[in-house]
C-alpha cells in the first residue's frame, strides 16, 4: 500500500493507523502548496481533488478521505481491535466519532488556515471550535480512549487537536483533553509516524 500524506496534516491519521496496525506500507509526502509529490509527480493526478490523504492499495485501487481510510485499514487487522466490527453498535459510535471529528473539528480549522478569510471572521471561528474542543474535554473526563479502548478515532482526534497552536485556538486549560494528548502521544505507533513526517525529531 502506499499512503500519500502532508506532514502534520489531517494525512497524520491514517499514517498513525497505518503504524497502529504493523501493516507495511510505503509514505509519499505530498506537498500542499505545488501539489506534487515528493518524486515530483502531479498528484492532481492521483487525487483529482488535490488534497491528501489517498491510500493506495496493492491492487491500484485508490481510496480518498482520511475516516474511511482508516476504517479500511483497521478492518485489515480485526485482531488489533483498532475498529469495533462492522453491524455493531461499537462501530456506529465509532463512525459517530469520525463524523463529529470530521465536520465539527477538522473541516472547522480550515477557515483559519486560509489566508483569504476576513480577519473578523476568525474569532468567531475560534470560539466555536473551543466551544466543540470543551465538549470534548467533558467527554474524556471519565474515559481514557473514546470507545473505552484506543481506535482509529483516537488518532483522527489526536491529530485534529493538534492544529490549535498553529491557528490560536488554546485548548491548554482543557484537562481531559490535555492528557488525552499526552496519552495518545506516547504510544509508540504514533511516535513512528511523528517522526516519519518530520514532526518530531
Known amino acids: 500500500m502506499k499512503l ?3 506532514p502534520g496534516a489531517c494525512s497524520l491519521s491514517p499514517h498513525i493507523a497505518l503504524y497502529e496496525a504493523g501493516l507495511p506500507f ?6 500542499t502548496k505545488t501539489h506534487q509529490t515528493s518524486d515530483g509527480t502531479d498528484f492532481y493526478t492521483i487525487n483529482p481533488l488535490g488534497y ?3 491510500l493506495e492499495l496493492d491492487d491500484g485501487e485508490r481510496l480518498r478521505e482520511g475516516p474511511a481510510i482508516v476504517q479500511y485499514i483497521a478492518d485489515q487487522v480485526p485482531g488489533k481491535n483498532l475498529a469495533p466490527a462492522n453491524g455493531t453498535l461499537g462501530r456506529y459510535r465509532l463512525q459517530e466519532w469520525l463524523t463529529f471529528i470530521g465536520t465539527e473539528l477538522h473541516k472547522s480549522h480550515s477557515p483559519l488556515f ?7 471572521y476568525k474569532p468567531i471561528v475560534r470560539e466555536r471550535l473551543l466551544a466543540r474542543f470543551a465538549w470534548v474535554n467533558e467527554q474524556l473526563a471519565d474515559r481514557e480512549y473514546l470507545l473505552g479502548h484506543f481506535s482509529v478515532a483516537d488518532g483522527y482526534l489526536y491529530n485534529v487537536s493538534r ?3 498553529l491557528v490560536g485556538v488554546d485548548t491548554s486549560d482543557l484537562a481531559h483533553l490535555v492528557t488525552f494528548q499526552e496519552r495518545i502521544e506516547a504510544r509508540p505507533a504514533v511516535q513512528a509516524a511523528l517522526k516519519a513526517e518530520g514532526l518530531i525529531k
Open 4 to 6: 500519500y500524506y502532508a
Open 26 to 31: 510505503e509514505a509519499i509526502a505530498v506537498s
Open 52 to 54: 491528501v490523504p489517498v
Open 114 to 120: 486560509a489566508p483569504n478569510t476576513p480577519a473578523e
Open 163 to 165: 492544529w490549535g497552536k
